[in-house]
T-cell receptor
Framework: AQRVTQPEKLLSVFKGAPVELKCNYS??????LFWYVQYSRQRLQLLLR??SRESIKGFTADLNKGETSFHLKKPFAQEEDSAMYYC?????????FGKGTHLIIQP | NAGVTQTPKFQVLKTGQSMTLQCAQD?????MYWYRQDPGMGLRLIYY???????DKGEVPNGYNVSRLNKREFSLRLESAAPSQTSVYFC????????????FGPGTRLTVT
């Protein structure tokens, strides 16, 4: 069965510092990976999908099939980046979410 | 274009009471989903509907029933609420060609005492 692991429940960094939110997955097929973001008490929204290789709000994520990872990175954190971040794996059964990482950007 | 809407936003129930959470989308999506979000557990799929008239169980369906009333609406019913069902419930929908790009509603915060 597929699995998504986000090892950090909480990550706190200072404004301007680099950010890396870790995501590892387990899946026997060809994965499609996504990052969703949830700002305080708001709905979840799609942030990134690996297939488009785009950068949104300064965030990037590269799929590493060898390490089965899809870490989310941003070179310079901003206070408005504080949110819950969920990594998700798409399979024919639908989306499987990780448990989420709460990112706090300190001023 | 309101996207995905959910009612109510908040609800407090007593153990054993029943209620229905409503969800509607105006994006002409075929697929709709119900998730629950609990601290430290992430989002877990309760039920989903790939098209009008079909529903399937997700990871945590026990204690819930769903109805896909039409293409727009997908409701979640708790027949006899339990404290373990205290959670935030999210509805989502997706385009059939982009099932993984799910659009979420604002959520319903349910407390069962």
């Amino acid at each position: 069965a597929q699995r998504v692991t986000q090892p950090e429940k909480l990550l706190s960094v200072f404004k301007g510092a680099p950010v890396e939110l870790k995501c590892n997955y387990s899946y026997s097929g060809s994965p499609e990976l996504f990052w969703y973001v949830q700002y305080s008490r708001q709905r979840l929204q799609l942030l990134l999908r690996h297939i488009s290789r785009e950068s949104i709000k300064g965030f990037t994520a590269d799929l590493n099939k060898g390490e089965t990872s899809f870490h989310l990175k941003k070179p310079f954190a901003q206070e408005e980046d504080s949110a819950m971040y969920y990594c998700a794996l798409g399979t024919p059964d639908g989306l499987t979410f990780g448990k989420g990482t709460h990112l706090i950007i300190q001023p | 274009n309101a996207g995905v809407t959910q009612t109510p936003k908040f609800q407090v129930l007593k153990t054993g009471q029943s209620m229905t959470l409503q969800c509607a989308q105006d994006m002409n999506h075929n697929s709709m989903y119900w998730y629950r979000q609990d601290p430290g557990m992430g989002l877990r799929l309760i039920y989903y509907s790939a098209s009008e008239g079909t529903t399937d169980k997700g990871e945590v369906p026990n204690g819930y029933n769903v109805s896909r009333l039409n293409k727009r609406e997908f409701s979640l019913r708790l027949e006899s609420a339990a404290p373990s069902q205290t959670s935030v419930y999210f509805c989502a929908s997706s385009d059939p060609d982009r099932d993984y790009e799910q659009y979420f509603g604002p959520g319903t915060r349910l407390t069962v005492t």
